[in-house]
C-alpha cells in the first residue's frame, strides 16, 4: 500500500521562495477597530507564503500552514484538490494541515486559500494554489512523487547551475524532511519510525477522548507529552489503520534491542535524575508521568498501555523509569491512565 506524503517543510515550496513567487516578508502588522495589534505571518516550513502562488507536488500529500497571529481568523478553502483544512478558524497561533488529493488530472489545478481577518480586513490574505500534474515533469512519469524527485525537481526550478549548488539544495532538503503522519481527525502532525517491520509514531497519542486527560489538567502537559488514557478509552483512541500495539508487539521491538531497552528507548532530556536515555531509535520516550487517584511521577516514569488484557479488570502496561535503563512488563487496573502509542495495522 502507497501512503500519502507528509510535507512539514515543502521542498517546492522552497524552490518558489527561492525565486521569488512567494510574495510578501515574513509578518504584517496593523490594528483592529478596538486598537489591538494583529501580527500575520504565514509560514510552510520556514518559507513566508503570505499571499503569491504555491506550487504544488501531485501527488497526494499533507501540508502544515504555521500561521502566527493575536487575532481572530479563518481559513476559506477555494480549491477541489483541498479536501481538509484543520483547524479552520481559531483565534493567535496555529499549525493549519491541509491534505492535498492526488492529480490524476492532464493539466495543473488552480485554487485558492483565503486567510479572513474578521477584525482587521486589510489582513486577509489570498494563497493562490497550483498543483503539478504529469506534464509538468521532464520524464512524464505518473509515479514521479518520491522525496528524492520532487527535491531535484525543486532545486532545478531555482535555477542552480553548479553542481555544487544543486548539492547543497539537496542536502537542505532532505536534513528538513521528515516521515510524518497527520491524525485527520484533529489535524494533529505525528512523527513516524519504522523499526523491523514494525511502524510505529514516535510521540505519545494526543487525541481526546472521554476519560482521558492532561497531567496536572494542564494543557501544555499535554501539548509536550500528550494525554493520559484509560484502558477502555486507550483501546478506542488510535486513528483507523493503526492500533493499540498488544505485550507481543512491544516484546517484538525489545528483542531487537540487545541490552538496556528502556535507556535506548528514552529521550536524550527531560528525565529527571540524571535519567536521560540515548533515543537509539528515535521513539523519544518522554517521562510523561501517570494517573491513579491523582498525577503522578512526571519527568520519572513512562507507562504505556498495551491492549493485552489480564483478568478482565487489569491490562499489561510498558514501564520505562528514570532511574533504571531496562524496560519492563507490568499489570496495571484498567481505570488508571497511562500514554498511548500507536502501531500500524
Known amino acids: 500500500m502507497r501512503f500519502a506524503q507528509n510535507h512539514k517543510i515543502t521542498i517546492i515550496a522552497l524552490a518558489l521562495g527561492a525565486v521569488g513567487f512567494i510574495a510578501c516578508s515574513d509578518s504584517d502588522s496593523s490594528s483592529d477597530a478596538n486598537g489591538e495589534d494583529n501580527v500575520l ?34 481559513i476559506e478553502n477555494n480549491s477541489t484538490f483541498i479536501d481538509s483544512v484543520l483547524p479552520e478558524s481559531g483565534l493567535g497561533n496555529a499549525d493549519v494541515k491541509i491534505h492535498v488529493k492526488k492529480n490524476d488530472s492532464e493539466g495543473q489545478r488552480k ?8 477584525k482587521d480586513t486589510s489582513l ?20 514521479f512523487d518520491s522525496l528524492e524527485m520532487g527535491a531535484i525537481f525543486a532545486c532545478s526550478f531555482i535555477g542552480l547551475f553548479s553542481k555544487e549548488a544543486a548539492l547543497q539544495c539537496l542536502t537542505d532538503a532532505f536534513e528538513k524532511s521528515e516521515n510524518y ?59 483507523k489503520g493503526w492500533h493499540l500495539p498488544s505485550k507481543y508487539e512491544w516484546n517484538e521491538l525489545f528483542y531487537g534491542i540487545v541490552n538496556n531497552k528502556g535507556k535506548a528507548l528514552k529521550s536524550t532530556s527531560d528525565w529527571l535524575r540524571d535519567g536521560n536515555g540515548s533515543d537509539d531509535y528515535g521513539l523519544n520516550v518522554l517521562p510523561a508521568g501517570y494517573k491513579d487517584s491523582e498525577y503522578r511521577s512526571l519527568g520519572d516514569i513512562a507507562r504505556f498501555w498495551t491492549s493485552t488484557d489480564d483478568h ?34
Request: proline share 3%; charged share 30%; aromatic share 12%.
Open 124 to 143: 486577509n490574505t489570498v494563497i493562490d494554489l497550483r498543483q503539478m500534474y504529469s506534464g509538468d515533469y521532464e520524464d512524464n512519469d505518473a509515479s
Open 312 to 345: 478482565g479488570y487489569t491490562a499489561f502496561l510498558v514501564r520505562i523509569e528514570a532511574l533504571k535503563d531496562d524496560a519492563y512488563l507490568n499489570e496495571e487496573v484498567k481505570y488508571n491512565a497511562n500514554s498511548v502509542r500507536c502501531l500500524k495495522d
Open 181 to 239: 503522519r497527520v491524525d485527520p481527525r484533529d489535524g494533529k502532525m505525528y512523527k513516524l519510525e519504522k523499526i523491523g517491520s514494525q511502524l510505529w509514531m514516535a510521540e505519545n497519542l494526543l487525541y481526546e477522548t472521554p476519560n482521558s486527560y492532561c497531567y496536572d489538567d494542564n494543557a501544555d502537559n499535554c501539548k509536550k507529552y500528550g494525554r493520559l488514557y484509560e484502558w477502555d478509552a486507550a483501546m478506542e483512541a488510535c486513528p
Open 41 to 74: 505571518s504565514i509560514k510552510l516550513g520556514e518559507t513566508p507564503v503570505n499571499g503569491g502562488v504555491l506550487l504544488l507536488g501531485k501527488g497526494e500529500s499533507f501540508y502544515e500552514l504555521n500561521l502566527e497571529s493575536n487575532g481572530e481568523w479563518r
Open 111 to 118: 485554487g485558492e486559500l483565503r486567510v479572513v481577518f474578521p
